[in-house]
């Protein structure tokens, strides 16, 4: 019987999610830890129909935090981007033959 530690598995990807949207990095890095000794002692386990449940409950949890994660990552390299073409831009204030390497602005486009 693992109920227990899916279920704690269950909580602590609840947590994880709830630090994600705060952007509390070392509560994050906290949770990935403990996420990861929990996944590893589960790894060979055998489970119940009952426990599978769960364990759909807890992959589900976990899809939805790696969208969360990717978004955080798309918002923070496109910053990037826009921070680096101004500064670009600036440096090189008066020249009308500035040329830019096209790229993607949004995959969600």
């Known amino acids: 019987m693992v109920k227990k530690e899916l279920l704690e598995l269950k909580e602590v ?4 999610k709830e630090a994600l949207i705060n952007g509390a990095v070392e509560e994050i890095l906290r949770w990935a ?7 590893n002692y589960l790894k060979d386990k055998e489970f119940t129909p009952e426990e599978e449940a769960i364990l759909k409950e807890i992959i589900y949890i976990n ?8 978004a955080g990552l798309n918002f923070v390299e496109e910053a990037y981007k826009f921070l ?7 440096e090189i204030y008066g020249k009308k033959d ?4 096209p790229y993607l602005i949004s995959k969600s486009a």
């Not at 990807?13 to 994880?16: C, D, F, M, V, Y």
């Not at 830890?33 to 996944?39: D, E, T």
């Not at 500035?98 to 390497?101: E, H």
């Open 84 to 90: 680096t073409q101004i500064l670009y831009e600036r």
């Open 33 to 39: 830890s403990y996420k990861a000794r929990l996944a």
């Open 63 to 70: 899809e939805r935090n790696k969208k969360i994660i990717e």
């Open 98 to 101: 500035i040329k830019m390497d």
């Open 13 to 16: 990807l609840e947590k994880e």
